[in-house]
């Protein structure tokens, strides 16, 4: 999704930050502001109702990667116990 979204603005002539400044919360926000629905935009800016979509996506794939990842953080042991190979009972 996230080369996507870059490949959208290479088309367009418009460089994005590099690496993860794009995906910081400013980024995003950032991106958002470019974006438009597809009942806003005329024909020569239809990319920027591709981008809405393509960001949707992207918050949703990370909200379930959140759900998946968040509990496996806070439920597993310590790291003094990885180390150790003992893990409490």
């Given at each position: 999704?996230?080369?996507?979204?870059?490949?959208?603005?290479?088309?367009?002539?418009?460089?994005?930050?590099?690496?993860?400044?794009?995906w910081?919360?400013?980024?995003?926000a950032?991106?958002?502001?470019?974006?438009r629905?597809?009942?806003?935009?005329?024909?020569?800016?239809?990319?920027r109702g591709?981008?809405?979509?393509?960001?949707?996506?992207?918050?949703?794939v990370?909200?379930?990667?959140?759900?998946v990842?968040?509990?496996?953080?806070?439920?597993r042991?310590?790291?003094s116990?990885?180390k150790?190979?003992h893990?409490?009972?």
């Open positions: 999704i996230r080369n996507h979204i870059r490949a959208l603005f290479d088309r367009e002539g418009i460089v994005l930050p590099k690496a993860h400044l794009c910081t919360l400013g980024g995003i950032a991106l958002r502001d470019e974006a629905s597809f009942d806003m935009v005329g024909e020569n800016e239809l990319w591709e981008l809405t979509c393509e960001l949707d996506a992207l918050q949703s990370d909200q379930l990667i959140e759900h990842v968040s509990p496996c953080i806070h439920n042991p310590p790291a116990k990885l150790t190979g893990f409490a009972a």
